[in-house]
Each structure stands twice: as structure tokens, then as C-alpha cells.
């Protein structure tokens, strides 16, 4: 069966620190890959997805970016963070193609201080 | 641009009853709908997936219904219990390429009171 995995669950990191998110899947191959953001008050958004390696989409101009440097592995980063930036972040992933059921990963707290 | 919008924002029921949540969303060329259940400071767990071409999905006690020339969904929840009680959201998948891209309601969230 395929899993999710997103690591660290909870993170604190000062403004200008660098950030770097991580998920993997397993028990699937070339999915689709997807990073959003859930903001308080303002629902989840789609950051960024992937429709295979190296290929990295950006939906919303922001201070992040995302990398897939193996099929079934994708990270969410920061060169410097903002106090903006704070949210729980969700991974998530689908057959390739996109139009099947999405899966999430059991998201990221991340609050800049 | 598409949008989704789910009515009530919030919903409190007593053990037991039946209830329905709503999801609207304003452009009917969508791929499929899913919706989801997230519990206080988790991720999203899968429900339903209605595909374009269905009118209904059922799962247990969950029944979601579509009506993509409306631009509607329910969630009907049937004999709702306390383990029921958190934010349920819809999401449509666009039909744009091949992103799979979902748009997300803000979510009803649900208390069911022993």
C-alpha cells in the first residue's frame, strides 16, 4: 500500500533562518506531487507541484521554493524565512496524471518567530 | 476563476442525527470532487471521490451526491457520532492540463455532542 511520509511535524525557526521541508512517498511510482499551504483563516492553497524529477510548477509567487531530486521525494525550501511564512504545510500526492484521489501526508507546523 | 464555498462554516448536532453538509463551487468543468476530513492540527484523510460522471459515492455511513451543472455537493453523515466531530472540506479538481490541482473550500467544521 502507499504511504506518506512528512517530516519534522512541528517546527519553530527565526525570521531570515533557511527552511527545508520534507516528504517522501512509498509504494507508488512517478506520481504526482504537491505542496500546500493551509493559513489560518484563508483555507489551503497549492504551492507548488511536480509532475516528475526536476520538473517543479509554481502556483503563488512567494519566498519559497520546492526541489524533487528523486521520483518519489520532494522538499519544500527557504533560503530565509519570513514571519508570512508561518502555516502548516501539507504534502500530498496523486497517480500520474493528477486526476485520481489525492492523498495527504500529515502536515508541518511551522511558525516563524 | 474557480471557487468553493462550503455552508455552514461551523455545525454543532447532538449524537445521532443526520446532517448534511454543503459545497458549491462556481465552475462546472471539473474533473472529479473529493472531500475530506481533517481532525485539530493533522493532516487531510480521503472520504469520497465523485468523478465528473457520477451522480453519488457511498462509504459507510458517508453518502456525497454531485451536481457538477449546479455546482453542488453534499455530504450526507448518517447517524453522526462524537468520533465524527472535525473539519470536514471539499475540493474540486480543476480541469486544466494534467496538475491535479484542487481547489478547497474553507471547510465546515463539525462538533457532534454526546
Known amino acids: 500500500s502507499q504511504t506518506i511520509h512528512q517530516w519534522p511535524a512541528t517546527l519553530v525557526q527565526p525570521v531570515g533562518s533557511p527552511l527545508s521541508l520534507e516528504c517522501t512517498v512509498e509504494?507508488?511510482?512517478?506520481?504526482?506531487l504537491y505542496w500546500y499551504r493551509q493559513a489560518a483563516g484563508r483555507g489551503l492553497q497549492l504551492l507548488f507541484y511536480?509532475?516528475?524529477?526536476?520538473?517543479i510548477s509554481s502556483e503563488v509567487p512567494q519566498n519559497l521554493s520546492a526541489s524533487r531530486p528523486q521520483d518519489r521525494q520532494f522538499i519544500l525550501s527557504s533560503k530565509k524565512l519570513l514571519l508570512s511564512d508561518s502555516g502548516f504545510y501539507l504534502c500530498?500526492?496523486?497517480?500520474?496524471?493528477?486526476?485520481?484521489?489525492?492523498?495527504f501526508g500529515q502536515g508541518t507546523r511551522l511558525t516563524v518567530v | 476563476k474557480q471557487e468553493v464555498t462550503q455552508i455552514p462554516a461551523a455545525l454543532s448536532v447532538p449524537e445521532g442525527e443526520n446532517l448534511v453538509l454543503n459545497c458549491s463551487f462556481t465552475?462546472?468543468?471539473?474533473?472529479?470532487l473529493q472531500w475530506f476530513r481533517q481532525d485539530p492540527g493533522k493532516g487531510l484523510t480521503s472520504l469520497l471521490l465523485?468523478?465528473?460522471?457520477?451522480r453519488e459515492q457511498t462509504s459507510g455511513r458517508l453518502n456525497a451526491s454531485l451536481d457538477k451543472s449546479s455546482g453542488r455537493s453534499t455530504l450526507y453523515i448518517a447517524a453522526s457520532q462524537p468520533g465524527d466531530s472535525a473539519t470536514y472540506l471539499c475540493?474540486?479538481?480543476?480541469?486544466?492540463?494534467?496538475?491535479?490541482?484542487?481547489?478547497f473550500g474553507q471547510g465546515t467544521t463539525l462538533q457532534v455532542k454526546p
Open positions: 500530498a500526492w496523486s497517480v500520474i496524471g493528477g486526476y485520481t484521489e489525492a492523498f
Open positions: 509504494g507508488t511510482s512517478n506520481p504526482n
Open positions: 511536480s509532475v516528475g524529477i526536476g520538473q
Open positions: 465552475d462546472s468543468a471539473i474533473y472529479n
Open positions: 465523485i468523478q465528473s460522471s457520477q
Open positions: 475540493a474540486v479538481r480543476v480541469s486544466s492540463g494534467n496538475t491535479g490541482k484542487l481547489i
